[in-house]
């Protein structure tokens, strides 16, 4: 998943309470308000309040604390999803049948993950008629959902009938209105962390991969794309086929429907996008085969058939998620001059570490995030040369140091201790960019094409599968420890991933282009440089953001009027950029800009930007605008943009 300049997305921080007494068959009903009011939580006592309730017991490597599912009595292998989408009630209703393995022979019910799901009957489908079986709902927790108890008499494929709530956690319904053609509906869902369970019962939980297929039932007019074998010569029938043959972790579960057409980029590689933004996402994105073969070469070989892209509506809460075979984008990288095509790279190198090796559990996020961080920069290094792979990394470090002066110890430790918070706290730039500097660190030790073999047989021995912390450094002690005794510890490994912070002498990526940038901002500010004499002419978006985020937070009314007058940073035209300066423009309020933050806010969906600017117009005494502005924007937000943003505007509910 990409959510800063590449990922930043910190969630809302809440403290749960989970409970799991049995009640009747009636499902409960959740509504938005209700999720809401249960999320809005300061963030930061919710952290502590987490922590000091933990639990005192050592954390125990490979449970996953955010799932009931009994995992150690089944083990779902396949999914069969039978569904018909529906935009007037904005629900998805039909089956889901599950081949189970019993692991062992107590007789337990098999317990699965659901939230706000309504579970019209379980039957048994072993032998020539269909058996109807019994089963219950637990208590149900405003974030953790509702455990749903089956007694399956034996059977080991069931049918559950279930449809989604209209206010369901991972899925979004977007009028026409809300799209880029305003014509059609759209509908798309985004499982991680936990939200799976929201649109299909399941052992919601990294550590199950399954494999699946579906039947899509969906308006005519509308195409239905999953996160498996997509056909780009499909005809829009209304009823849509799928398979993924190969074990997916639950949050890799993906839907999306809209009015999309597709055009090829490569011989593996796509775009799916609404018509009006087709060619421009497919000449944005052009040079996806090519990060596809480069990476191939370096890490071995792709193991998902196709590549391809959905652009999402501006509404979509991430920069991407890498849902495989098919990466959901969000349309605010589409710069013109693919300078925020690292996005891709990101989505594109998750195909070997996240989807091919995936973290057993929330704890383990660095496992996925910093493995794919480092790729990501090695691919932009391969496909645009040093200079853009030195101003990644450079940006990169210091959005880790930005983030960090915000965090307390327990969230700046890579493999985190979750228990009693929401999993979606997990996204911050530690797993990503301490854990990417961590390899960095590594390569710089025992040299790129030694580092590269290991990273290779790595993702070769665990293809497939969900490892813990543990179990990479069980492999690490048989691998580069034996190898390299005198050049690695397990003792340096283990500071690097269990305490807070940064060693002292870790590695400080830099980028002489910023060199120049840093030159140039302090002449100007101390007077000795006007800015129509600063050469902008060859800088990049990198350039021009790393120029404003290192603007002292107050600057003068002339001050703003002069860099907006020269360089017309109120019409900014990348998003990134824009949203440099906007942070600029609350802070010191600059009246000329504020158009432009209410424009902003109400036509992107995409929480790198929105909470940010809604903590800083929250801070500089404008909470009444923010709000103002997010009870008109928050109809075409996501659900997970909602929640987040509420407990920064609406701490007090």
Known sequence: MQLTLRHTCLAALVALGVGCTEKDQTPAKVTVEESQAAANADAELATAAAIANADEKAIESGVDYHSYANMLDYQVQHIALDLDINFDQKTISGTATLDIDALNEDGNPLILDTRALSINAVDGLDGPQTAALKFKLGEEDAHLGTPLSIDLAGQKKIRISYSTSPGASGVQWLTPEQTAGKKHPFLFTQAQAIHARSFVPLQDSPKARIT???????????????????????????????????????????????????????????????????????????????????????????????????????????????????????????????????????????????NLVTNASWRDLWLNEGFTTYLTNRIMQLIYGDDRYRMEMALGYEDLQSDMADLEDAREIMAIDLRGMDPD????????????????????????????????????????????????????????????????????????????????????PHSPAFENVDKARTAWLDGSLALDTID??????????????????????????????????????????????????????????????????????????????????????????????????????????????????????
Not at 325 to 352: C, M, Q, Y
Not at 551 to 562: F, G, K, N, T, V
């Open 212 to 354: 699946y297929s579906a039947t899509v039932r969906t308006p005519k007019d509308l195409l239905a794309v999953m996160s498996a074998n997509n056909d780009p010569k499909t005809d829009k029938d209304g009823e849509y086929h799928f398979e993924m043959p190969q074990k997916v972790p639950s949050y890799l579960i993906a839907l999306a429907v809209g009015d999309l057409e597709f055009k090829a980029m490569g011989e593996r590689t796509g775009v799916y996008a609404e018509p009006s933004i087709l060619d421009a996402a497919a000449k944005e994105f052009e040079d996806t085969e090519a990060m596809l073969i480069a990476t191939e070469k370096v890490y071995g070989p792709y193991r998902w058939d196709r590549y391809d892209l959905l652009i999402l509506p501006p509404s979509f809460p991430f920069g991407g998620m890498e849902n495989p075979r098919l990466s959901f984008i969000t349309p605010t990288v589409i710069a013109g001059d693919k300078s925020l095509t690292a996005l891709i790279a990101h989505e594109l190198a998750h195909s070997w570490s996240g």
């Open 425 to 508: 706290a997990v996204f911050s730039n530690v797993p990503y960019e301490k854990g990417s500097l961590f390899l960095y660190e590594l390569e710089n030790t025992i040299g790129r094409e030694n580092f590269d073999k290991f990273l290779r047989n790595y993702f070769d021995h665990f293809a497939f599968q969900s490892i813990t912390t543990e179990d990479f450094l069980n492999y690490v002690e048989s691998t580069l420890l034996a190898q390299y005794p005198d050049k690695l510890s397990k003792e340096r490994f283990e500071q690097w991933i269990f305490q807070p912070g940064l060693l002292e002498d870790a590695p400080k």
């Open 536 to 653: 902008v002419s060859k800088w990049t978006s990198h350039e021009w953001k790393y120029f404003l985020d290192g603007m002292p937070e107050e600057l003068s009314p002339e001050q703003m009027a002069a860099l907006d007058a020269q360089f017309n940073l109120t019409n900014a035209g990348n998003n990134e950029v824009a949203h440099s300066w906007l942070m600029l423009v609350v802070k010191n309020d600059y009246q000329p800009g504020f158009e432009r933050v209410h424009s902003f806010l109400t036509s992107i969906g995409r929480n790198k930007f929105l909470r940010p600017l809604y903590r800083a117009l929250k801070e500089n005494g404008k909470l009444d605008l923010a709000r103002e502005i997010f009870e008109e924007a928050k109809v075409g937000y996501h659900p997970l943009s909602v929640k987040v943003n509420s407990t920064i505007l609406y701490p007090e509910k």
